[in-house]
DNA sequence: CGCGAAGTTGAAACAGGTCAATGCTTGTGG
DNA sequence: CCACAAGCATTGACCTGTTTCAACTTCGCG
């Protein structure tokens, strides 16, 4: 499928259902307002394809609106790490706009839906509604938080902690995004994802799924995760429970 | 030395010499006259102690005015994990601002002294200059992209790429500060914080170092470290020349 | 002069990496 | 409808980078 823009919006911002999750804070009827002429349309992106690519300027940013995303950058090396995955809400190509380009690509993971901002409007925002700006901030913030984690788990964790840390993480970002309960989520990633954001190889990687599975602690069919023994993967991977907040989105 | 606070500016921010340094944008008369409003005191942390911890809240920003710190996460099991190193110019606890609290902590390396701000007024900062906190987004995008750097050698590189790559990071840093030249540079760091912040175990971080030392690539003496062939250190790290970029400061 | 923090080194164990082969789907074109 | 290719998952065998344990040194400092 080929990136495709529409021009008129197929949601108003007012009508968006992302935004009305009680994960996200209410907007005022000014903000939203400038939401609704701050957004230039839609786009798709097939699973696969970058989104923005590593020192290419753009002139555009994202709100994901459906799908997973992934950061990554490649090595001279030819190995890839993955920063993060980005789930609906998540704002992409904030970097672009505040440096001239981006150091890191961002790519689809699944078919993708994107809410389209002019990067020359970013300034506007910061001008007539501090508030947006805040939030800007906000996200920002927050993704590196995400990093900080991914960080922390591939610098100090072992394999098995590492891979039952992601999991988890990704179980409760759905969950928060009411699209996952119970311990059960999509799973659209490979072998080959996990292994790049872990730092692990591919071959450990299959090996360490294979060993959580043999013990009961997880399940994968097609593109479904269930986590069976949630208190003990959280021992394993030495999470503690992790307030979620009440966050922005654009 | 125990925390200090003096309520009298020892440094006017319209006459901060780390202001004028060329890596840092020239503020308006009245951003500046802002910032000098903004400025709550001094504080000077002596070596070794936190600034701020994980999970306590604090009301205060601080902008790293000499010396160095370091943000950092305790495990549960006892390992660290240190996320980067902060300079002067580095801003300190923005997230401690925007969430509740923060999930990590600062601590000084060296004896450090610190411009302290008051939290509750990042939110007029927002409303009356919007400029400003754009600065604040960008100091947060740019943490951020460090972050990224600091993930992407702990989960794809090799222990001698990863040492090679701190000092080379740290070294540009000093230097686009004006804090070092010609490939030398101060260096307070010891195995223990190389080890913490490259994901390497202590006795291996030393194995890895010597090597370094006895194929002549780096030399330390005391506090100070020499980089003797920086292309070839520059190939061992798989760092391609990155851009020096104008930032802001608070 | 002695103590603690930081650095150094050897030896042994092991977690994880590499190489290589195999199987399982799924899609596609003849 | 089958054959074949391509992507992904799986497994064995072997190898090595890194960790661990333990000892010993060096240095600064009270």
Redesign the interface.
């Known amino acids: 499928m080929a990136p495709r823009t529409t021009a008129t919006p197929n949601v108003d911002c007012k009508s968006c259902p992302l935004r009305r999750l009680p994960a996200f804070r209410a907007f005022t009827d000014d903000e939203l307002d400038f939401m609704v002429q701050f957004k230039r349309g839609e786009m798709k992106i097939a699973a696969g394809a970058d989104i923005l690519t590593a020192n290419a300027s753009s002139t555009h940013m994202f709100t994901l609106y459906s799908g997973w995303a992934f950061?990554y950058?490649l090595?001279?090396?030819g190995?890839?790490?993955i920063?993060n995955f980005l789930l609906p809400g998540d704002f992409i190509g904030?970097?672009s706009s505040?440096?001239d380009a981006m150091?890191?690509s961002v790519a689809a993971l699944t078919e993708v839906s994107l809410c389209v901002f002019q990067r020359s409007e970013l300034?506007t925002l910061?001008?007539q509604f501090?508030?947006l700006?805040?939030d800007?901030?906000?996200l920002?913030?927050?993704?590196?938080?995400l990093?900080?984690?991914?960080?922390?788990t591939?610098?100090?964790?072992d394999a098995r902690s590492r891979i039952a840390y992601l999991m988890l993480q990704l179980y409760r970002r759905q969950e928060h995004l009411e699209l996952a309960k119970k311990y059960v989520c999509p799973w659209p990633l490979t072998q080959q994802h996990i292994a790049?954001a872990?730092?692990l190889s591919l071959v450990h990687t299959n090996r360490t799924m294979r060993w959580l599975m043999r013990q009961g602690l997880i399940e994968i069919d097609g593109e479904r995760l269930s986590l069976h023994k949630p208190e003990q993967l959280m021992r394993m991977a030495?999470v503690?429970e992790?307030r979620l907040?009440l966050r922005p989105i654009l």
């Open positions: 950061r950058l090595l001279p090396d190995t890839r790490q920063f904030l970097q505040v440096f150091e890191h300034w910061y001008r501090p508030s700006g805040f800007v901030t906000w920002t913030a927050h993704e590196e938080h990093v900080d984690d991914n960080l922390a591939v610098g100090q964790r790049d872990t730092g030495m503690d992790d907040r």
